[in-house]
């Protein structure tokens, strides 16, 4: 499956952003689905992730209570709506896929990462 993040910008401190991470292939809804970030100079970190069913969510606790990871399997779309962001959000973002979302949790992800998109939190 390949995945395309987009939706990320420049916010200011408080602010929010929704961003989105669209698949092709026939065979989205087989796949867990994750969200990383890597600031510069620093590595990679897990965001959050969400099951094939979308049943089932987990979240890094830096950003838990202020982001939100869904999906629609119809649209082949994950989305990770962010709320309250910090400067310390500031990171391009990828999104990635897995075999089921245990994995994915640990960066165990199935192909290549993609550009990513950049969100940059003004202090």
């Known amino acids: 499956v390949q995945l395309q993040a987009s939706g990320g910008g420049l916010v200011q401190a408080g602010g929010s952003l929704r961003l989105s991470c669209a698949a092709s292939?026939?065979?989205?809804?087989?796949?867990?689905i994750g969200w990383f970030r890597q600031a510069p100079g620093k590595e990679r970190e897990f965001v959050a992730a969400i099951s094939h069913s979308g049943g089932s969510t987990y979240y890094a606790d830096s950003v838990k209570g202020r982001f939100t990871i869904s999906r629609d399997n119809a649209k082949k779309t994950v989305y990770l709506e962010m709320n309250n962001l910090k400067p310390e959000d500031t990171a391009v973002y990828y999104c990635a896929a897995g075999g089921a979302v245990g994995p994915v949790v640990a960066g165990k992800v199935i192909g290549s990462w993609g550009p990513g998109t950049q969100v940059t939190v003004s202090s």
């Open positions: 292939g026939r065979t989205f809804s087989n796949y867990a």
